[in-house]
């Protein structure tokens, strides 16, 4: 199988999910365990992907240099499998399990991954996550990457053919281009708590304290 190794550089999406700093480690539905990779889910708007001069003309002068001009309608067809997935189907597939799919509705939604960090090695680290600015963020600032926010990415696009033929986007880095409406809040707590009740000798320790 030969690599593409050009670099792209994605439109500006909408982040769903991600695991940019830890690697990812997914189980199958037989209960086999998946090899930890650094992921990202993004949603794009269609005119933004599809078309001239956008990732799928890129996804189609992959499939064109490794299996032929045919390839082209086969990916067309949906006989070759895109790494770009249609959102509605996405939505569906929660809408079923009795999630909600409103952020895939009407997109198209690119994944990407990769077990390299940002030294290129197969290790804990996390991949190259940029801010607006191109200043790096890392664990100490990574509240900054949260599921709503916007991105782009850099991928590189590699054909296989491994129980059929496909399509996968190797993330090469993260830059985040803005802030969104986030898909996911955390709800204040604090009221299922309330003042520790002080002993009579805390109370006169921190007296004594003020004094």
């Known amino acids: 199988m030969t690599e593409e190794k050009v670099r792209h550089l994605t439109p500006v999406g909408r982040l769903i999910h991600e695991s940019l700093f830890e690697k990812d480690q997914y189980t199958t539905d037989k209960g086999k365990d998946g090899d930890p990779a650094y992921k990202i889910e993004v949603a794009f708007d269609r005119d933004d992907v599809e078309g001239e001069g956008t990732l799928e003309d890129a996804l189609i002068d992959a ?10 309608q086969q990916f067309l067809d949906g006989k070759i499998r ?15 399990k009795g999630k909600s799919g409103d952020a895939y509705s009407g997109k198209m939604v ?42 782009q990415l850099g991928v590189v696009f590699s054909c296989y053919d491994v129980q059929g033929k496909g399509v996968k986007a190797y993330l090469i880095a993260v830059q985040k281009t803005g802030d969104g409406d986030k898909l996911v809040s955390q709800a204040d707590h604090s009221t299922l708590f309330k003042a520790a009740p002080r002993s009579e000798g805390d109370r006169v320790r921190r007296s004594r304290g003020r004094g």
Request: with cysteine; aromatic share 6%.
């Open 82 to 96: 895109s790494c770009l997935i249609d959102g509605d189907e996405l939505k569906a597939r929660r809408e079923e």
């Open 110 to 151: 690119m994944r990407a991954s990769t077990k390299f960090n940002k030294h290129g090695m197969d290790a804990p680290g996390g991949v190259q996550v940029y801010d607006e600015d191109v200043q790096e963020i890392g664990p100490a600032t990574r509240d900054q990457i949260y599921p709503g926010c916007h991105v």
């Open 63 to 72: 499939v064109v240099a490794e299996w032929g001009e045919a390839a082209e």
